[in-house]
T-cell receptor, first 113, second 109 residues
Framework: DAGVTQTPRHEVAEKGQTIILKCEPV?????LFWYRQTKIQGLELLSY????????DGGAFKDRFKAEMLNSSFSTLKIQPTEPKDSAVYLC???????????FGHGTKLSVL | GQQVQQSPASLVLQEGENAELQCNFS?????LQWFYQHPGGRLVSLFY???GTKHTGRLTSTTVTNERRSSLHISSSQTTDSGTYFC???????????FGKGAKLTVSP
């Protein structure tokens, strides 16, 4: 696939820090998703953007998690303040429109000490 | 929202055996996709298949939309097929995507 780019690949944070994860969707894609993946919970939706507009914000993740899409080719996920339970792999995905194939990035593995 | 049930949760096979993975949805899925994830790797799309049957290599996906189920068949499994398989579905056009918990496949030589 053309590739969704996520940076960094790994992030280590102290409890209470602010971290920002970055995602570049596939060029021309209008829909962008942020997911969190853990062994226990599986894949949990954090945010969903359609044409840069926030469509879903993942409910339970609202208080310390904020995703933004400043332009069609770049999105950030801010976690503030981080807690050890936030340790997980954070995945970004994009699709051209909602009923077409979804492409994932490699993810950012976050460890909060 | 859409609930997705995957079965089995895990499967162990000998190389050469066939595998059948199932997904059941609480509502008719207007979009449906199967993914593969190698341990530590990214999710790779295998099929986008909201209805009908699709083949690629040793993989076949069959979705019966009005029965709210989809299957992924792997024929003549190989050790490189080991990993976790996820199905994802969406109800309607505005709902969030829902993933199954995944099916962990282990293929032994």
């Amino acid at each position: 696939d053309a590739g969704v780019t996520q940076t960094p690949r790994h992030e280590v944070a102290e409890k209470g820090q602010t971290i920002i994860l970055k995602c570049e969707p596939v060029s021309g894609h209008n829909d962008l998703f942020w997911y969190r993946q853990t062994k226990i919970q599986g894949l949990e939706l954090l945010s969903y953007f359609r044409s840069k507009s926030l469509m879903e914000d993942g409910g339970a993740f609202k208080d310390r998690f904020k995703a933004e899409m400043l332009n069609s080719s770049f999105s950030t996920l801010k976690i503030q303040p981080t807690e050890p339970k936030d340790s997980a792999v954070y995945l970004c995905a994009s699709s051209r429109v909602l009923n077409e194939r979804l492409f994932f990035g490699h993810g950012t593995k976050l460890s909060v000490l | 929202g859409q609930q997705v049930q995957q079965s089995p949760a895990s499967l162990v096979l000998q190389e050469g055996e066939n595998a059948e993975l199932q997904c059941n949805f609480s509502s008719t899925a207007t979009r449906l996709q199967w993914f593969y994830q190698h341990p530590g790797g990214r999710l790779v799309s295998l099929f986008y298949n909201p209805s009908g049957t699709k083949h690629t290599g040793r993989l076949t996906s069959t979705t019966v939309t009005n029965e709210r189920r989809s299957s992924l068949h792997i024929s003549s499994s190989q050790t490189t097929d080991s990993g976790t398989y996820f199905c994802e579905g969406q109800q309607g056009t505005g709902s969030k995507l829902s993933f199954g918990k995944g099916a962990k496949l282990t293929v032994s030589p």
